[in-house]
């Protein structure tokens, strides 16, 4: 599996933002789908987590309320919609997939994800 973010760019703090990652070479319908972003010096956070089912969305703390990720399973495309940006969400974002063998690592930590995309850069400027 591939996957590529797109979406990313320079803009001004309130503005809202909408990242997508696209998914190519196999079938992401049972994976667990992460975005996490990393601003420089950094480790890099965990945003949101999608399970497979879409019952239910898992937002860290510093994201929730402010950001909505939902995922289209006929284009095999997850989403994040960033509102009420601020110049402390300036990071490169990345989306992440999680195949079911790795549903023993807990959703937050990087290691439960087996693919990666590129990174898209978010610059919010006050």
């Known amino acids: 599996v591939q996957l590529q973010a797109s979406g990313g760019g320079s803009v001004q703090a309130g503005d809202s933002l909408r990242l997508s990652c696209t998914a190519s070479?196999?079938?992401?319908?049972?994976?667990?789908m992460g975005w996490f972003r990393q601003a420089a010096g950094k480790e890099r956070e965990f945003l949101v987590a999608?399970?497979?089912?879409?019952?239910?969305?898992y937002y860290a703390d510093s994201v929730k309320g402010r950001f909505t990720s939902s995922r289209d399973g006929v284009k095999s495309t997850v989403y994040l919609q960033m509102s009420s940006l601020t110049p402390e969400d300036t990071a490169v974002y990345y989306c992440?997939?999680?195949?079911?063998?790795?549903?023993?690592?807990?959703?937050?930590?990087?290691?439960?994800?087996?693919?990666w995309g590129q990174g898209t850069l978010v610059t919010v400027s006050s």
């Open positions: 992440a997939g999680s195949s079911p063998s790795r549903s023993g690592f807990y959703y937050t930590t990087t290691r439960r994800y087996d693919y």
């Open positions: 070479g196999g079938a992401i319908h049972d994976y667990t």
């Open positions: 999608l399970p497979p089912t879409g019952v239910h969305t």
